[in-house]
């Protein structure tokens, strides 16, 4: 059985997909009031003349995968009715936690 999460063990393995897949990885870098800590980082993977951005490499592998996947028309990206459906029907049926991490009965809400 497999667990696996976005975690900082999940970046440089997304990192060396996404450079086999032939894509060159560029990073920025936006500084927060100036206090290093609140720094916050995109991601680009690009290859013929397409680019993937998000704010971590996981997020950029997803992106790419789902270009392969889905196609390369984004009109084919577009969630049909089913699929809308599908989706609601997972966060409906969430197991709800508060700050804590103690679940909720939901019926308490």
Known sequence: MVRIGVAGNTAIPCFQVIKSKGYTITSKIYFCVDIIEDATYEFIAEKDGNEFIGDNLE?????????????????????????????????????????????VDENLL
Request: no cysteine; net charge negative.
């Open 59 to 103: 997020e950029v592998l997803g992106l790419i995968t789902m270009w392969e996947y889905r196609g390369q028309n984004q009109e084919d990206w577009r969630a049909n009715h089913s699929e809308h459906l599908e989706y609601r029907n997972v966060l409906d049926d969430s197991i709800v936690f508060d700050k804590d991490g103690n679940q």
